[in-house]
T-cell receptor, first 113, second 112 residues
């Protein structure tokens, strides 16, 4: 089992460029999450999904879009990157609900110049 | 929604001493309280969790206590070792809720 994987590990973007972060899990989990982590701010939820074909907004969704076309994949898109989106992005998955262990991916470090 | 706060933000302890991190939560409906550990440059990983039907849970050198009346829960690490140096996040959720509310994290530094 690979668990939760993220692609890419690092990326540098210029302001206005777009990109997609891919998260994949092989644990047959229903729930998937995208967080961003900034110094002193903890883990802030961007978007999440409670199953294939569903998405919902978290606490900091502006500037991001997501899609869950397949149960095992959760994509995070930045349509027009801004320096404020420089962060470390973590994907996580859990079996069901918010009261189960969340398994995190290794993270993607994104820098927007 | 749920609001989780952690104190202190940074904690330095001598190796072998105990460390205690406290979190408070706002939603009395919350009934699941996990703790995650994140080592430098690594992903957060669950180290222990507690549900509201128990007041304390222990796993080797770590324990978590829950006070539902006061709406706070604490992580206790005994006989600290250098590998305990990390950022620790507490979180809270409730049955039927789809997500966890995380605290901002505590940096624990174990001084050899």
């Amino acid at each position: 089992n690979a668990g939760v994987t993220q692609t890419p590990k690092f990326r540098v973007l210029k302001t206005g460029q777009s990109m997609t972060l891919l998260c994949a899990q092989d644990m047959n989990h229903e729930y998937m999450y995208w967080y961003r982590q900034d110094p002193g701010m903890g883990l802030r939820l961007i978007h999440y999904s409670v199953g294939e074909g569903t998405t919902a907004k978290g606490e900091v969704p502006d500037g991001y879009n997501v899609s869950r076309l397949k149960k095992q994949n959760f994509l995070l898109g930045l349509e027009s990157a801004a320096p404020s989106q420089t962060s470390v992005y973590f994907c996580a998955s859990s079996l069901v609900s918010g009261t189960n262990e969340q398994y995190f991916g290794p993270g993607t470090r994104l820098t927007v110049t | 929604g749920e609001n989780v706060e952690q104190h202190p933000s940074t904690l330095s302890v001598q190796e072998g001493d105990s460390a205690v991190i406290k979190c408070t939560y706002s939603d009395s409906a919350s009934n699941y309280f996990p703790w995650y550990k994140q080592e430098l440059g690594k992903r957060p990983q669950l180290i222990i969790d507690i549900r509201s039907n128990v007041g304390e849970k222990k796993d080797q050198r770590i324990a978590v206590t829950l006070n539902k009346t006061a709406k706070h829960f604490s992580l206790h690490i005994t006989e600290t070792q250098p590998e305990d140096s990390a950022v620790y996040f507490c979180a809270a959720s409730s049955y039927g809720n789809n997500r966890l509310a995380f605290g901002k994290g505590n940096q624990v530094v174990v001084i050899p």
